[in-house]
């Protein structure tokens, strides 16, 4: 690698001693529309933030992996070398319950396909938020792979880097996530949300662009993760397995808006029906968005956007007092459109303003957390990034 400045080049140099053999990164993400689609089959249309983890990274002649990070330090300032045997690594281990569980996760994922991948030395450095619900785990997910697999030779495709960081998350770390992270993070490209139909397997760029339309996608992140957030993520998860069930169909996604009032009668349970109703008509949603992106009408998404908050808040029930909060100011001072985004019980909302409104409406949210006491939430305007790269 010629000599690159970068934090993450610089943290391997002084850490050990030597150069990388190369520089990747990997985004986070927000997720335009369709939210717990992607378990069940849907359709989903994220797009990738600038905010980034960058991997520094060199082979070893050994199977030990040593780890470093610029944003996990000693409580004298100091930055700490983790270091763990790859022979040492299994699921629900110590190792994979910290952030490092993230990155050895995708070593031994690989393994368990068969890879021959050895140790390595690592230097992180991630400009994601953690717990703002924009994928800083997949992030870290994505850019461990595509290192792993250009090191190693491995020739993954951008298709194979997403299912090996979920498969990572889902059974090294223990959490029962779809693929929309990951698959954003591996696949998105700049300028464009990814329309991803996860039982045909299709990637779509869509191009999306607010700034050459004067508008911006805000994204206020609330900065209140609430602890259920996992439980009931993996309950939410449930509920639609049992819908489908119920319904004699492998998954929700066979379930259309025209068939919609059939499966109601059928499932007649409340909380199966809502559950059953957001997914469909989210999916309906997300389709009818990726239509008018396609037609240029861009303000028209905004409805959508509502619906599918409404839809999240009373069907689903995953938003939370905050989200509800920022949502209701940034659509009563001039939003487009406004929606949370992610996973849920708290994270990030995202919101199509004109940017003429952009600070009008950022002040409104302000003002309104700090007038219910919540935390001063942080603010910005994020548009499509690229997806993970080689960097050096
Ligand atoms: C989290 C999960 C994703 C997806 C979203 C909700 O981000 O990791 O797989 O289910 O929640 O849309």
Partial sequence: MSTTTSTAADLFRSTFGAE????????????????????????VLPFAIDSRAHLAASVRTDDTVRVVSAQRRDPDGGLPVM???????????????????????????????????????????????????LSSSAALECVTTLAASDLFGLGLSKDRIARIAQRT?????GVPCGLMDQMASSA????????????????????????SVGLAVMVVDTRVHHQLADGEYAKRRRSCEEAAAKL???????????????????????????????????????????????????????????ASHVSMRDDFEITSVEIDLAV?????????????????????????????????????????????????????????????????
């Fill in 20 to 43: 990388p053999t190369g520089l990747w990164s990997a985004p986070g993400r927000v997720n335009l529309i369709g939210e717990h689609t992607d378990y069940n089959d849907g359709l």
């Fill in 83 to 133: 270091e763990f045997d790859l022979a040492d690594l299994v699921p629900g281990s110590p190792a994979a319950q910290q952030w490092s569980g993230y990155l050895l996760g995708v070593l031994w994922t690989l393994r368990q396909d068969g890879h021959q991948v050895g140790g390595l030395d690592i230097a992180l450095d991630s400009t994601v938020p953690v717990g703002a619900g």
């Fill in 169 to 173: 998350e889902n059974d090294f770390v």
């Fill in 188 to 211: 998105c490209t700049a300028g464009n949300a990814l329309f991803f139909d996860v039982q045909a397997t299709t990637v779509t760029q869509v191009p999306f662009d607010p700034e």
């Fill in 248 to 306: 004699g169909v492998p998954s929700l996604r066979h379930i259309d808006i025209d068939g919609l009032d059939a499966a109601i009668a059928v499932l007649a349970d409340d909380v199966l029906i809502r559950r059953t109703r957001h997914i469909v008509t989210e999916n309906a949603r997300v389709a009818a968005t990726v239509e008018l992106l396609a037609a240029g009408d861009m303000v028209g998404i905004g409805a959508h956007l509502d």
């Fill in 328 to 392: 209701e100011v940034a659509q009563a001072t001039g939003a487009i459109g406004a929606r949370m985004t992610g996973g849920g019980f708290g994270g990030s909302i995202i919101a199509l303003v004109r940017q003429e409104d952009f600070d009008t409406i950022a002040a409104a949210v302000v003002e309104a957390f700090a007038a219910a006491d919540y935390p001063v939430p942080v603010i910005r305007a994020m548009s499509p990034a690229a997806g993970a790269l080689r960097d050096a």
